[in-house]
């Protein structure tokens, strides 16, 4: 299983990027998807949480300015990221908390995997 994340990149402050992950390989189901961010020198942070019914969390910082969606049918996620701050740079990883089909198709799991991560970087 492999999650490849993209869309970052530079932006003014205010500004928007949407970012999108994507989930591929022997997957049997997608439970919870959702993306955390690190600034240098800080610990990765939970950003936006989506369950596989539609259900959002986010962290207080980003509530009003971020959106997290998904398509379960690409078994992909996505955020939409708005009226960006400086403090929003970060290198933005997107996460999969997902079962694993085996060779007889049954599920394996829950495991958790990591995209590579896609760097945001808003100027002021």
């Known amino acids: 299983v492999q999650l490849q994340a993209s869309g970052g990149g530079l932006v003014q402050a205010g500004g928007s990027l949407t970012l999108s992950c994507v989930a591929s390989?022997?997957?049997?189901?997608?439970?919870?998807m959702g993306w955390y961010r690190q600034a240098p020198g800080k610990q990765r942070d939970l950003v936006a949480t989506?369950?596989?019914?539609?259900?959002?969390n986010y962290t207080e910082s980003v509530k009003g300015r971020f959106t997290i969606s998904r398509d379960n049918a690409k078994n992909t996620v996505y955020l939409r990221m708005s009226s960006l701050k400086p403090e929003d740079t970060a290198v933005y990883y997107c996460?999969?908390?997902?079962?694993?089909?085996?060779?007889?198709?049954?599920?394996?799991?829950?495991?958790?995997?990591w995209g590579q991560g896609t760097q945001v970087t808003v100027s002021s």
């Open positions: 996460y999969a908390h997902l079962s694993l089909e085996d060779v007889n198709g049954f599920p394996l799991g829950p495991i958790d995997f």
């Open positions: 390989g022997s997957i049997f189901l997608v439970n919870d």
């Open positions: 989506i369950s596989s019914a539609g259900s959002t």
